[in-house]
Every structure is written in C-alpha cells, then in structure tokens.
C-alpha cells in the first residue's frame, strides 16, 4: 500500500486528523487578512481596470506585421510612438493577439482621428492600410454587459442558496457556502486588481465559472458533514464538531484530487494562452478558472466546514452533545 492510500485511509477513518475545526480562527483570519489586503492595493492601484468592452473606445488590430513575432515589448514600442504622433498623452493598451497580429486600444477617437491612426500604425508596423481594422466600441454597450453579468450573479446567488438550504434542509449550510463563495470571488477578482489586469468579458464569464466549482467542492464536503451528524445519536462518543471535522478530513484527499484535475489543464491553457498566443480570451478565462479553482479549494476546507460549525455551536442539541462528550475528551476538533 503506497504512503498516500495508507494517509488517505488513516484520513477517511480517523486513525489520522488534522484539526481543521479547532483552528477555525487561524484560516478566518488568514482569509479576512487576504481580502483586506487585496482591496486595499486594488484601492491604491485605482480601482480595476476595465477592457473597452466596459467602458468604451477604439481598436485597431494590426495583422502579418513582424514586431507582433518579437514580443510585446517591441509591439507596444511601436504603438506608443505611432499613438502619440496623433493623439498625444493617450496611453494605449497594447497586447499580442493569436501569435501574429497586435491590438491597440486607445479612448474613444474622432473618425478623422480613427482614419489618421490607422494610417500611423501602417507606416509604424510596415503594412499596408488594409492589414489595419479599427472598430468602435461605445460606453452603452459596456454598461449594459455589466448589468446583465450583474443579474446574472444576483440570480445565481438566490438560486443556489435556495437549492442547498432545500437539499442540506438547513439555511446554515447555504450562508457557510454562500461566505466562502464571496470569499474565492473576492480574492479571485483582487489579483486582478492588485496586478493591475484588464476585466474583460472573458475574465467575467471566468468569475462566473468558479462560482459553479466552489459552490461543487463545498457541497461535496457538506454532503459528508451531513452523513456524519446524521448518526450522532445520545450513544455518540463525537461532538459535532468533531463530527465536521471527521468529515472534512473524510474528504479532503477528494478535494485535493478533484482540485488537481482542474488545475492542470487550465494550467495548460493559462500557459498557451499568454506565453504562446498573447494576452486574449484564452488567458483571461483561464487565469481567473486558475485563481478561483485553488482558492475555492481552500475555502471549502479551511472556511466553510469550520463557519458552519461556527453558526450551529449555540444550539441546543449541539451543546447537549458537547456536554455529553467533555468529560470524557478535550475540547477540540480533531479526531483520532
């Protein structure tokens, strides 16, 4: 029997625990000094950085020029020259797009000032005014993405709350579940923040996706806390949180394995998509599938078991139980 069957078993039967319960203020405050930190260096970046998709402006799409083969550094050199001979202090937002074309983007321009740059970054990049498309992309339609996805999350939120307060028939669970949700979205979205990377649609409908994995993970984990308190009766020789506790441990080799087969393909594509392709979709997805598959991980383990604990303690039935056992064990979540 190799070394992680024998711990996976020693897990899943309580010979060997980790007291995830007992040090519940430990994670809660590792997760809440996370958060904190990534508002606050997204608040002293200036907030997010939105693609033109959300707040407007122009593209233009350079393709067959060779700087886009050299890198963006050599792209983005280029672009800044030619962007400012037209609109001066206009800051564009450069990036390689498929391994072989370059995408500027600049604030709203004039036609005039659409037709002058186009022929700019012809002369710059070594084309013909054909291998530039410009396009426009008003503010309206970008408000009107964020309202949907907005919606779109309101909706989800309602949903699943209600769905897990029926099935687990008890809202606790649901708010557990619920907080550790906010808890990947948050910290996913403050990378982007902190590192100071476009929100684009794409990275949007990657927020959304983790939503529907962390939401998975933790019901998993919560399926078994119910199993497990189920058959805690008057003869039961674990407290109820000793009985989470077995259950997250119960679970955990799952979770890490469920977690790997996520991370490595999105892993593949994150590395396609932004060192092979260039900043696009691809990274954009991925980064945030990235981000919110190994955070919604921890909270499933590390915050959603041990707050639901947290929101049940005061009950009575669970302090008959805690009573019952604490003459005869420690006060504590572990289980051996």
């Known amino acids: 029997m190799s070394m992680l069957t024998r711990v996976g078993n020693d897990l899943y039967t309580g010979a060997r625990s980790f007291d995830f319960v007992g040090k519940r203020v430990v994670w809660y405050s590792i997760g809440a000094a996370v958060i904190i930190l990534a508002i606050a260096f997204t608040a002293l970046r200036g907030g ?17 020029s060779s700087a886009a083969i050299e890198g963006t550094a050599a792209a983005t050199s280029i672009a800044v020259e030619a962007v400012d001979e037209v609109v001066t202090g206009a800051n ?46 008003g503010a309206t339609w970008g408000a009107d993405i964020t309202r949907q996805a907005v919606l779109a999350l309101v909706v989800f939120l309602l949903f699943a709350s ?21 808890h990947d979205l948050i910290i996913t979205t403050g990378v982007y923040g902190v590192l100071g990377l476009e929100i684009t649609p794409a990275a949007v409908i990657g927020f959304l996706t983790i939503l529907g994995y ?50 490595l393909p999105t892993a593949a594509i994150l590395f396609i998509g932004s060192l ?40 009575p ?20």
């Open 92 to 137: 564009p937002r450069v990036s390689i797009v498929g391994g072989d074309s370059v995408r500027v983007q600049t604030e709203q321009l004039t036609p005039g000032e659409t037709d002058e740059l186009r022929a700019a970054l012809a002369d710059a990049y070594g084309v013909t005014q054909a291998d530039v498309a410009s396009s426009f992309i």
């Open 276 to 315: 092979l392709l260039g900043a696009g979709t691809l990274r954009d997805i991925a980064l945030a599938l990235f981000i919110g598959t190994l955070v919604g991980t921890y909270s499933s383990i590390f915050l959603a078991a041990p707050l639901y604990v947290h929101l049940r303690e005061n009950e």
């Open 162 to 182: 209600v769905v897990m307060a029926l099935y687990f028939r008890t809202w606790k669970m649901a708010v557990a579940a619920i907080v550790a949700l906010f």
């Open 48 to 64: 997010f950085v939105f693609g033109i998709e959300f707040r407007g402006g122009s593209e233009f799409r350079v393709t067959g």
């Open 214 to 263: 962390s939401l998975y993970d933790t019901v998993v984990v919560f399926d078994k806390v119910r199993e497990n308190t189920s058959e805690d009766g008057v003869e039961s020789r674990r407290t109820f949180a000793q009985s989470v506790n077995l259950a997250v441990n119960q679970t955990l080799v799952r979770s890490i394995n469920t977690s790997v087969v996520a991370v």
């Open 317 to 336: 039935e669970v302090k008959k139980q805690g009573a019952r056992q604490k003459a005869a064990r420690p006060e504590s979540g572990a289980v051996r």
